[in-house]
């Protein structure tokens, strides 16, 4: 071979090794923007409540003292939208042999920060507890709040579960060592009251 067919050869190989890459590119199609994470908004978390419900409610007697007794009473809630749905009013009634409860649960959803607040007030008192907040996650709804139990300052959990249209479960828990542990004091479990 002269050493014209070489360079030529040569260059053809440049040409092609660097026309490649912008071949290779203009093949490829351009990746999909992807949307900005969309922030859930939990407004209708509650909807599945409104109605009438026959509720079961065991209740540990002495919370945090080791004690292992507990009461149950059976009863009835009925649930209803406020607020345009971004509120939810629950009232409570129950009755078993450590004596009866009444209640009212107010829950109010904040659309800037996409969470709920739980507001009780027992009957026997009148009074407003301290407000829990929290949200749902993948079906769950998890609310915190730290109180005054006996005296003691505590972390207070409330979580609803295995919620569907007919069942669901509540607990409430408490726990005086900063979150580390939980001991259950309230288990009530909702099935719907149908018609």
């Known amino acids: 071979m002269s050493d014209l067919s070489i360079k030529t050869i040569f260059l053809m190989i440049f040409a092609v090794v660097s026309f490649l890459p912008e071949c290779v590119a203009a093949q490829q199609k351009p990746s999909p923007v992807r ?15 409104t109605g009438k419900w026959k509720v079961n409610l065991r209740r540990r007697l002495h919370p945090l003292t080791g004690s292992t007794e507990w009461v149950e009473y059976e ?8 607020l345009g749905g971004r509120g939810s ?21 904040n659309p800037s920060t996409r969470q709920w607040s739980l507001n009780w007030a027992n009957g026997s008192d009148g009074a407003m507890s301290t407000p829990m907040t929290g949200e749902f996650k993948n079906g769950v709804g998890e609310f915190f709040d730290q109180e005054t139990y006996n005296g003691r300052a505590i972390y207070v959990k409330n979580g609803f579960f295995d919620v569907s ?4 479960r509540f607990e409430q828990a408490f726990s005086d060592d900063g979150g580390k542990s939980w001991e259950i ?11």
Not at 35 to 49: A, I
Not at 96 to 103: F, K, N, S
Request: net charge negative; hydrophobic share 35%; glycine share 12%.
């Open 35 to 49: 949307p900005e994470s969309v922030e859930r908004d939990g407004q209708r978390d509650f909807d599945w409540q």
């Open 75 to 82: 009863g009835t809630s009925t649930v209803r939208p406020v």
């Open 89 to 109: 009013l629950l009232e409570l009634e129950l009755s078993g042999p450590a004596g009866r409860i009444e209640g009212l649960g107010l829950r109010l959803y």
């Open 165 to 168: 249209a007919d069942f669901a």
């Open 185 to 195: 004091n309230w288990i009530m479990t909702f099935k719907r009251i149908k018609g």
